[in-house]
């Protein structure tokens, strides 16, 4: 098993991508896809279907995984 460098809420630079040269906070760690979800980079416009809770559906913007290996640890 990989050892990952990366847990929650350490900050991060996007070294490869659309969002090179941002810098911002790990949300989530994909151990098993080797991914990494970083607040406000990689967003995609998802569809939502109407639901009793929310009754109108449409778009909502949401964070996609990025490869481990496209992100940089920045020390605080």
Do not use: Q, W
Not at 33 to 47: L, M, P, S
Not at 54 to 63: L, P, S, V, Y
């Amino acid at each position: 098993m990989a050892k990952f460098n990366f847990k929650k809420g350490d900050t991060v630079e996007i070294i490869a991508g659309d969002d090179r040269g941002t810098k911002a906070t790990v949300l989530e760690v994909l151990v098993k896809k080797n991914k990494v979800i970083v607040e406000g980079c990689k967003i995609a416009k998802k569809a939502i279907k109407p639901t009793e809770e929310n009754t109108k559906g449409g778009h909502i913007n949401k964070e996609m995984p990025i490869d481990i290996s496209n992100v940089r640890k920045v020390e605080a």
